[in-house]
Each structure stands twice: as C-alpha cells, then as structure tokens.
C-alpha cells in the first residue's frame, strides 16, 4: 500500500489542477459557449492537455535526471511570456490572426504558460521522488527506468486533471444553458 500513495498523491493534484480555472476548464467552457456546443468543451481537452502535459513533462524529466530546476526562475520567464504576449495584443500591433479567438495552438500555449507559472510540475515532485529516485527502480534500470515512471506519473496526472476539467466545463456549461431557459421562461 506504501507504494500506492504516491500515486493517489499525483492524480489527486491532477484533480486539484482540473478543479483551477486557469487550467482551463474556464476557457474550454467559453469555447462551448461561443460556439453553441457543448460537445466543444471536450473538444478543448487536447490542446489543454498538450499544453499541460509539455509543462509537467518538463519537470518529470528534470526530477528523472536529477537536474535542479529554479521555481522562482521558470515562473518569472513564464509569467514574463504572458505578459509580453497580452501587451502586443493590447498594444493594437498583434497581427490579425492573434488578434482572433484562440484556435488550439493558443489554448495549448496558455495551457502551457498557465501549468508553468502556478507550477504544475513542480507541485508533483514530492510525488515524483519517491518514484523516481528511490526504491528498487532507482538501483536497478538507473535514469531510463526513472524517465519511463515519471512519465506513467505524468500520464496519471493529465487523466485525472481532463477528467475533472471536462466535468467541471460540461457542468457550466449545463448550467448557463439552464439559466438561459429560465430566463427565457421568466420573460415570457
């Protein structure tokens, strides 16, 4: 059962990252909204989980390997990045094409930036760690063994967080398509 917990541990946090509308279920139910279907909220999970899933990746295999990564570093340049990319947009010299909805290049690069600025990976390394780093694997297969459980963790992770970004952006979506009918019915 001990090896079982930092397990639970990484698709817990994959469900307390699906519950964090910056994550995007807030974007993939806007996308729903706009579009008038539904169906678009899950249709949003892809770009969403690329985005999260380079970013989480990212740190997997630094902990894999063993590279020390900087947290207050990777945040200001992902930070830096949004920042850059809403003043260009704000400025009124984004090109046309960026100054559209997002397509889904855009709602994996903020999946991306998102994940990284609040730290998505970092949180898991606790959980990585031990998987990881110690126990049998560590002593037996070495680095490639270690690269090959950081990404099943990784791979725990996103199932668990799409799982709960898709329920929660189908949920307001169900909910704002409730609140339409009843204000429809109210002004009649």
Do not use: Y
């Amino acid at each position: 059962m001990a090896s079982l917990w930092p397990w639970l541990a990484v698709a817990g946090l994959g469900a307390f990252h699906g519950l964090n509308p910056a994550s995007g279920w807030m974007l993939a139910a806007a996308w729903a909204l706009r579009s008038h279907d539904r169906a678009q909220a899950l249709r949003a999970l892809l770009p969403i989980a690329a985005g999260h899933a380079a970013s989480v990746a990212l740190v997997a295999a630094a902990v894999a390997f063993g590279v020390s990564m900087d947290r207050t570093v990777l945040q200001v340049v992902a930070g830096g990045l949004m920042v850059v990319a809403v003043a260009v947009h704000l400025s009124g010299h984004a090109p046309r094409v960026a100054r559209k909805p997002a397509g889904h290049a855009g709602l994996a690069l903020w999946s991306f930036m998102m994940s990284t600025a609040h730290g998505a990976g970092l949180m898991l390394v606790p959980a990585l760690a031990p998987l990881c780093l110690g126990g049998p694997v560590a002593g037996q297969g070495g680095a490639s063994d270690a690269l090959l459980l950081a990404f099943a963790a990784v791979g725990v992770h996103m199932v668990a967080m799409l799982a709960v970004t898709g329920v929660v952006a189908s949920g307001v979506c169900r909910g704002f398509d409730a609140w339409r009918r009843w204000r429809e019915v109210d002004e009649s």
